[in-house]
Nanobody, 126 residues
Framework: QVQLVESGGGSVQPGGSLKLSCAVS????????IAWYRQVPGKEREGVAA???????TYSDSVEGRFTISQDNNPLKVYLEMTSLGSEDSARYFC????????????????????WGQGILVTISS
C-alpha cells in the first residue's frame, strides 16, 4: 500500500521561509500527480500546488510566485518550498497522490486522490 510521509513543518515568523518534503513509497504506477493541500479548522481543504510525473506544475492563486513545488523521481519525493510566509499560510499541510497523472487547476490534481499523508503543521507567528 502506498505511503506518503511529510516532514519539514514547524513554526516560522512572518516573511520567513520553510521547505516541506513528502516521501512516497510503494508507488507502483509510472504516472502520478502529487499535490500539496492545506486545511485550517472549520474550512475546506484547499489545493496549494501539484506536480505531474513530467514536472509540470499548477499553483493556487494564493501561493503563486511564493511557493515552488519540485520532485525527485528515484526515490519519489516531492518538496514544497514556501517563501514570504504570512499568517494566512498557517495550516496543516497534506501530501497526496493519484495515478492518472493529470493536473487540475489551482494546485490540485484533476482526479480523485488515491492516498494521503498524515499531514504536518505549519504555523506562521511572530
Amino acid at each position: 500500500q502506498v505511503q506518503l510521509v511529510e516532514s519539514g513543518g514547524g513554526s516560522v515568523q512572518p516573511g520567513g521561509s520553510l521547505k516541506l518534503s513528502c516521501a512516497v513509497s510503494k508507488w507502483k504506477w509510472d504516472e502520478h500527480c502529487i499535490a500539496w493541500y492545506r486545511q485550517v479548522p472549520g474550512k475546506e481543504r484547499e489545493g496549494v500546488a501539484a506536480i505531474d510525473a513530467d514536472g509540470k506544475t499548477t499553483y493556487s492563486d494564493s501561493v503563486e510566485g511564493r511557493f515552488t513545488i519540485s520532485q525527485d523521481n528515484n526515490p519519489l519525493k516531492v518538496y514544497l518550498e514556501m517563501t514570504s510566509l504570512g499568517s494566512e499560510d498557517s495550516a496543516r499541510y497534506f501530501c497526496a497522490i493519484e495515478s492518472h497523472g493529470d493536473l487540475g487547476v489551482q494546485g490540485r490534481c484533476k482526479y480523485l486522490i488515491d492516498a494521503w499523508g498524515q499531514g504536518i503543521l505549519v504555523t506562521i507567528s511572530s
